[in-house]
């Protein structure tokens, strides 16, 4: 699958001028609040209609103001998951999930079956329900699921777990994995949050203004250090690829390697060989001149200076090449000095073990 | 006492007639008016409004001689209907049914409107990514969510066409057994020493079941609530 989007809007407030592509996989439109991702959705879904421009998926123009098309909502076989699940207050749980199915009869069979879906969102107990009855979390299931069974080419999720609490968020986020693993929708994600991005998605378009300030593998997007002010959002960080090596062998401690040796944090319940994403804020990584001794970090790596953030504030990122990954480190800029680092300086760079928590690791 | 007579009887079934057809024909019309006036914008929408209130206040009688000059056997309409499909309106039951009607009308209209008007679009918007067409979303989403403000404007509707007196007595007359629905009855009733008693009970008769209308309206509407918003 592959939609191409090429389109512009204006908000009164602010312009839509978006281009970007996406395909299989989780794709999310990642940025702050009011950057237009919410209204980019929408005119995917064909809920708005952009000004101008053009929208095809799979190959079919759903949009496209050169020749005036636009084919509606109802025809487009795209999905959508609500921040607040907007379930039909009159139907019950069951009614609900078949709301979509009833009304797409020619379908192919490779469509997500009933029995699937409810098993795999693990809503089975909740069909008779009204949905009054239905907690937040639950709520968003039915709502996933109900999109899943109108047999989507492509899901948007504007911000599913927004209005959850911090928990329930991550009781869903496993569900929308195991959804994508299952029935391979692509997806269209939108977050502001860097925590379910490095979950769930595989590729992210950053939206900036409602402009398009860069998109790619979630990695590099999130790696560049001139977009630090926008994906750092207060506290910047880089995404490292790492596998798991062992477990356990020291207690509760995790071995993960990566491009630049190997990571050891505090988890448990890693499964051998699993790919992993690790999140390292730049404010958890310290920096040295030369190899420290005696000091209770478990992670050293040595690496070679390639920027410094040149701006007035009293700290200072570093970016740290280390083996082919890039590691962040915030520091004062009274350190930079006293240190006399500058890129091209070799450093140490400590990553305490117990500084990556556990939201920072895609299972 | 409540011993109801022929005529009394007749009186009352005449009226519960004239009321439900009243009622039943032009509840389609109540809904896709309130659902125009709700949900579109179009040239005129005041003026169509304004129209579809006049029954509301301006005088019935003004209603009925407005309907005989349109509808009845010489009137624009009612010789076309006449002469063309030999029906004929006046001073017949149905020509009060339509009186009822039309006095009722606005008040259904309003009604629907309001409750249309207090659909959450966005549960719309929703049913169209789900695949459903605006009819289909009219009548899955819209109609089931405004349910509790259709059952009220129709118990309204039925309770005011039951009242109707002014523009019926005017287009149709009281003919008895044909025209002659409860109000009129009792009217007659009233006007005639001696028949004290009769006026007493029709107007009993009268009340009662305007009222088991509005208790019924309530009872529906709070059931339909329930099954929207939960308890």
């Known amino acids: 699958m592959s939609i191409t989007v090429d389109i512009r809007k204006n908000l009164g407030a602010f312009t839509v001028d978006a281009g970007f592509e996406a395909g299989n996989g989780i794709t999310t439109l990642f940025g702050k609040s009011g950057a237009g991702k919410t209204s980019i959705v929408q005119m995917l879904s064909g809920l708005m209609t952009p000004d101008t421009g053009k929208i095809v998926l799979n190959g079919k123009t759903l949009f496209d103001s050169a020749s005036r098309l636009q084919v509606p909502a109802q025809d487009r076989q795209i999905g959508y998951v609500f921040q607040d699940a907007r379930l039909f207050p009159h139907m019950n749980v069951r009614r609900n999930l078949e709301y979509g199915t009833r009304r797409r009869k020619k379908q192919g069979n490779d469509a997500p079956k009933f029995d699937d879906v409810i098993a795999v969102l693990g809503i089975e107990q909740l069909l008779d329900r009204q949905t009054h009855q239905l907690s937040g979390g639950e709520r968003q299931r039915v709502a996933i699921g109900r999109a899943l069974l109108s047999s989507p080419r492509l899901l948007l999720m504007d911000e599913p777990l927004a209005a959850l609490d911090a928990e329930r968020k991550w009781e869903i986020i496993p569900f929308i994995q195991s959804t994508q693993r299952e029935f391979g929708i692509p997806a269209i994600y939108v977050s502001h949050a860097v925590e379910e991005v490095l979950q769930l998605a595989d590729k992210m378009v950053l939206l900036v203004d409602g402009g ?11 790696n560049r250090p001139d977009l630090i002010r926008v994906t750092g959002a207060g506290d910047p960080g880089t995404v490292i690829p790492v596998w ?11 071995r993960l390697s990566f491009a630049g040796g190997e990571f050891r944090v505090v988890a448990t319940g890693l499964e051998k060989g699993t790919r992993l994403r690790l999140r390292v804020r730049a404010r ?8 420290p001794k005696n000091v209770s970090v478990l992670n050293v790596f040595e690496g070679r200076v390639t920027a410094v953030s040149d701006d007035e504030r009293p700290q200072a990122e570093v970016s740290i090449d280390v083996g082919g990954a890039t590691i962040w480190s915030q520091i004062t800029r009274r350190s930079l000095h006293e ?5 091209g300086s070799n450093v140490f760079a400590m990553v305490k073990a117990v500084a990556i ?6 299972t | 006492m409540f011993s109801l007579s022929p005529e009394e009887l007749e009186a009352l079934q005449l009226s519960l007639k004239v009321s439900f057809w009243a009622v039943g024909i032009s509840l389609p019309f109540g809904i896709l008016t309130a659902w125009c006036l709700a949900r579109l914008e179009f040239p005129g929408k005041v003026l ?3 129209i579809i209130h006049v029954p509301l206040v301006v005088p019935p009688v003004v209603v009925g001689y407005m309907l005989l000059l349109l509808l009845g056997k010489n009137g624009a309409l009612g010789s076309w209907l006449h002469d063309t499909l030999g029906i004929t309106v006046g001073f017949s039951w149905q020509g009060a049914a339509i009186a009822a009607a039309v006095m009722a009308f606005p008040l259904m209209v309003r009604a629907i409107r309001l409750s249309l008007e207090s659909v959450d679009r966005r549960m719309e918007q929703t049913a169209r990514t789900l695949g459903a067409g605006p009819v289909d979303v009219f009548f899955s989403i819209t109609l089931p969510l405004s349910g509790s403000g259709i059952v009220a404007g129709t118990i309204l509707a039925f309770a005011r066409a039951l009242g109707e007196f002014g523009a019926t007595i005017t287009f149709v007359s009281s003919i008895p057994g044909e025209t002659t629905t409860l109000p009129l009855a009792l009217y007659s009733l009233a006007q005639i020493p001696g028949e004290e008693g009769g006026a007493l009970r029709l107007m009993i008769i009268s009340v009662t079941v305007a009222f088991a209308a509005m208790v019924a309206a309530e009872i529906i509407a709070r059931r339909v609530r329930r099954r929207i918003a939960g308890p």
């Open chain 1, 339 to 343: 240190l006399e680092i500058e890129p």
């Open chain 1, 284 to 291: 958890d990584v310290s920096l040295a001149t030369s190899r």
């Open chain 2, 48 to 50: 169509i409004d304004a």
């Open chain 1, 244 to 254: 798991v090596k062992d477990e356990g062998v020291d207690a509760g401690i995790a």
């Open chain 1, 357 to 362: 928590d556990r939201p920072a690791i895609r």
């Open chain 1, 212 to 222: 398009v300030a860069a998109s790619g593998p979630v990695e590099d997007v999130m």
